[in-house]
């Protein structure tokens, strides 16, 4: 009998695609040596073409498989954080494909931590192209049932189930191809903890143009459940609900002595950063299925622990006002 991964490999070197846990969302793999087989990707989850997927390998070993002029600055990291939530931007080699970089001369590089996708990496031997396992701009799965939801059997034959993926939010990446590392978007690896390895502090770019760089993670809309998400300060929330009078809402906060009062379904999250990211997603997608005519959700405090939840929130929301 063959076992999932045996399956899983022979699906990827067939130019198919496989859904994959990761230690942050669920991944669309493919065979990131096969054009064709990245090109399912985009197809599946309707993604436009000249947005880049990360390559994932199974540590730095394989590091300059895919990329050339490694700084040391990617060294450093990639021995503090790999196998772990962190993306490397480097110059790729000539024979990475256009198809994996959105046209660009650069590579997004990942050593994922789950030991089911790590497994399936070393016995692949190559490298694993995969973004969210989502329809694009729609909220990242976090499950291997919210990958299922995502995509037909026809697209996607076969998910790896790795139970619920621990850190819950996607992978902070760094660009290392300019003068100095960029952050380009923040996530499982705190800001802090990059800067403490790299002994500088590293810039963070919060949109898509001013990073000259198509990185869809980057795009205002995305990570956007379907149904109307507000965000804004918990005053904010309750004057929107008090307007919205009559509605099925739910109001998502973080704290536990808010009065019930109303009609609106409350959510108590975690105050705590890392179980926040943990369900946020999930919690949305819960939502998401419950005929709301809106979500509202309180921000969580403005400090560095929650940059990933914020950058995440904002992107997601349809409608947002600044917390006060
Ligand atoms: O945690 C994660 O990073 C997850 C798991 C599956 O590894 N992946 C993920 O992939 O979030 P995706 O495609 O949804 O987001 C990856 C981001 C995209 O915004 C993409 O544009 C950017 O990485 N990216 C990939 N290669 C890049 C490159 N060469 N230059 C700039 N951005 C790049
Ligand atoms: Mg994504």
Redesign the pocket.
Known sequence: MTSNLDQALALLKAGELVG?P???????AADAAQPLAVAKIFAAKG?PND??????IAGKAQLGDWAIDIPDDAWKLADAFWPG?L?L?LK?QPHVSYA???G?D???L?A?KHPLTHELLQRFGGGIA?????QFGHV?PTTAQHVRDEFSTESVSLILDGGACD?G???T?I?L?GPQPVL??P??VAREAIEAVLGHSVEHVQNASS?S??????LDSHYAPRTTLLTGSQSQMAAAAIARAGQKLAILHTEAALPQDGTAMHILMPDNADEYAQIIYATLRDLDTQGLDAILLVLPPDEPDWLAIHDRLSRAAHQKTRAV
């Open positions: 994959i990761t230690e942050t969302v669920y991944g669309l993604r947005h880049p997927v990360i390559v994932h939530p993306t931007i790729k994996v970089t959105g660009q650069s590579v997004g990942r994922p995969a973004p969210s396992a989502n990242s850190v939010v996607e992978s990446i660009s191809i380009l978007r996530g499982g990073a760089i198509r990185t869809s993670g980057l």
